[in-house]
């Protein structure tokens, strides 16, 4: 069976969001970035058994939060140790170049075929984080010349210019993300087992921190 581009965005909730949020670089925003993911898996389970009117989400689809703990917070406190705390002076703009040149490429590209994603929708996903990534670099690259360590305001502004850029983007495809977001058991048994993975967390991430963290130290 095939597996909707809405498989590929819960399965990237955990992958796609730490690695993003590595940038953040600061312990104490590992913290808070860290219960996200588990706040919002916890809302989406109280949501389905409190409102009769939602569909019913597969029980592995409940299961991922916990799945995933605090992985991510782990890996953003690697992250600020082996870059933020070696006195990085990369921008996040910078950072930004990474992730999307390096990082974004190889995790889509893995995503895809363990879940199957179709080709069309392979293409409307790649097509819209094109226009997403352009709009982004387009209205932030001001906010996005700060400094990527211990700076923990500069990091806020960008991401709200970062939402603003999108948001307009992000609306306009909608409806043809939301033809994607019927969830079956197959589904969600799929997307849980890539999230337990702990090659990806205590391999494959790292990994590329400790490449950022490598040029960052050349850089320096």
């Known amino acids: 069976m095939k ?26 925003s590992a913290s808070s970035s860290g219960s996200v993911v588990g706040n919002a898996g916890g809302s989406g389970s109280s949501g389905s058994s409190g409102s009769s009117g939602l569909p019913s989400i597969p029980q592995s689809c409940l299961e991922i939060p916990q799945v995933v703990g605090n992985k991510p917070q782990q ?21 930004n170049n990474y992730v999307h040149n390096y990082v974004m490429p190889q995790i889509i590209k893995d995503v895809n075929q363990r879940l199957e994603i179709p080709a069309q929708e392979q293409q409307l996903f790649n097509q819209t984080s094109t226009q997403v990534v352009a709009a982004v670099q387009k209205s932030c690259a ?5 400094p990527l360590c211990n700076d923990l305001q500069g990091l806020l502004d960008y991401g709200l ?3 603003k850029a999108s948001q307009p983007i992000m609306m306009k495809h909608v409806k043809e993300f939301s033809g994607s977001a019927k969830l079956s058991e197959e589904k969600c048994s799929k997307i849980k087992e890539l999230d337990s993975d702990q ?12 490449k950022f963290a490598k040029q960052c130290a050349q850089g320096n």
Do not use: R
């Open 3 to 28: 597996f909707s581009l809405a498989s590929l965005m819960m399965a990237g909730t955990t992958i796609l969001s730490a690695t993003n949020a590595a940038g953040v670089g600061s312990a104490g």
């Open 75 to 95: 890996l953003l406190q690697y992250f600020h140790k082996e870059v933020c705390q070696q006195n990085c002076k990369a921008t996040i703009n910078q950072h």
């Open 161 to 163: 210019c970062a939402f």
């Open 199 to 210: 090659t990806v967390w205590q391999k494959t991430l790292p990994a590329y921190v400790d």
């Open 142 to 146: 001001q906010e996005g010349s700060k």
